[in-house]
């Protein structure tokens, strides 16, 4: 079963009261238990779970089963922008797939246990088997594993084989009548679906059809535990954001996987490729360098090399200083675009052939959000084209799609661009013409997304020279080079300054 093993989670309800196995079954699909007073105990604790508020909705299932017969759907709580951890328990595609509420996991352990017990003592007794089964009645099914879980038939095919939908899981299967279909004790119906129907959001249409697709998102999701952001819950199917706590966006890494499946498929088209690469005058506003003052702090927000990396100005207190606040004003200003951004880009124009240069609305797969970039290169293959986006507020760069970049808005070009491109001191290879690897890493640990203190070495070259110092410490007058690690290492050296 597409069953995913789920963290224990403390949870009000109580199954400690089901009745021994000692109850007759009529003729009918559900069983009644002549335990009059263990029964009532039991229904009143299921019926304190499934009491009606303002945010729990009891429906009908709509789609591949469109009828749940006579099995409870609640929404757990959960409405427009809820935010939960959910394990997903069976995909059919990005489309729908089903998701189990890590806060409801001890509930259905609970639950499974009973079930498992409880028709594992009747397992051999076909006095109970589902003989006369009908579309849309829940009985209980054992799965391939050995053990039951709660069940419904979809229909009923020739030679006494079932349809069944796993309800607290989603998945479908045929099974063969006789043993392993049950009738279904009355109180495990009452309990809610424990799986969710979901939709995943942002899919592309075109990609969405593409087996690959559903491939690519089974093996990154299926029997994993995700952050999701309910975007919409409309007639019990939520749409879901959905993020892996280490590896980032799901659609992210569907859009990344995808990229690189038709990159592969495009080796062969490589000699063909037409590449326009050119230095062309940047559309976005530059900081007045001028304004810097001798020593100012700055954050690190991309490594380009070693020697080369991207800084931001670093937002400070409120301030009377003129050029200070202008700072603050420009960072409060990116904040803004970027939320608007992500949040109204579907509103944008399209491209049709973006240019060398063009400012873009573009979205990064490592967060799925949206920002401002500049087209910096164009790879022109027979059935595609790849666009590289050099991400203008923090200097990151990444090849993308036509379909995750956007026409920006004439408004959003007055902020200047938040990042510069610098050279740090006469930092140089040391004794080699290009980095080597390992000293690129050591790089991005030292530099990183740190706050530094820094001076402008020289205003006069491309890229702007700057010198850059670890934070001043405590009792001391000089601060140290941010950089002095890779000297001492012997992983770089200080060029003359003729070099």
Known sequence: MDESDTNDNEDDSDFSNLPNPKQSFNNGNLVNDPVDDVSEDLNDDLNEDLNESENTRLAILSGTVPNMGPYVISSFGLNSYSNMLVTISHVESIH???????????????????????????????????????????????????????????????????????????????????????????????????????????????????????????????????????VLCEDQLFTLKLTDPEQGGIYGQLVKRIE???????????????????????????????????????????????????IQNVKSEPTEDPWQESINNQLNGLETLSWEMSHKHHTFGRFSNPKIGAACCAQYTEDDCWYRGEVICIR?????????????????????????????????????????????????????????????????????????????????VTPLKIEIYDQLEEGKNKPKPAYMPLIVSGMARLASPHE
């Open 96 to 230: 729908e797939f089903y998701a189990q509420v890590m806060s409801n996991s001890n509930m259905l352990d609970e639950m499974d246990d009973k079930i498992r017990t409880y028709y594992g003592f009747y397992e051999n007794d076909d006095t109970f088997n589902l003989t006369n089964a009908q579309p849309y009645m829940a009985c209980c099914v054992r799965y391939k594993d050995g053990f039951w879980y709660r069940g419904l038939v979809i229909a009923i095919l020739p030679n006494d084989i079932h349809q069944v939908f796993y309800v607290d899981f989603g998945n479908t299967e045929l099974v063969k009548g006789g043993g392993n279909l049950k009738k279904l004790y009355e109180k495990f119906v009452e309990h809610p679906v424990m799986s969710l129907r979901c939709t995943l959001e942002t899919c592309n249409h075109e990609w969405s059809a593409d087996h690959l697709f559903t491939k690519y998102f089974k093996e990154i999701t299926l029997g994993k535990t995700l952050n999701s952001h309910v």
């Open 380 to 460: 022109t293959f027979k059935s595609a084209a790849l666009i590289t986006v050099l991400f203008v507020d923090y200097g990151t760069k990444e090849e993308i799609t036509i379909d995750r970049m956007c026409r920006l808005p004439v408004q959003y070009l007055s902020l200047p661009k938040q990042a510069v491109r610098c050279k740090v001191g006469n930092l140089a290879p040391n004794g080699k013409i290009e980095w080597p690897p390992e000293v690129f890493t050591e790089a991005q640990h030292l530099f990183a997304n740190k706050v530094f203190h820094a001076t402008v070495a020289d205003d006069t």
């Open 260 to 310: 690189q499946a038709e990159d592969s498929d495009m080796q062969n088209e490589e000699a063909d490729a037409i590449i326009e690469f050119e230095t062309v005058p940047s559309v976005y506003k530059d900081f007045d360098m001028a304004d810097w003052s001798d020593l100012f702090n700055i954050s690190v927000t991309h490594v380009d090399r070693p020697d080369i990396v991207y």
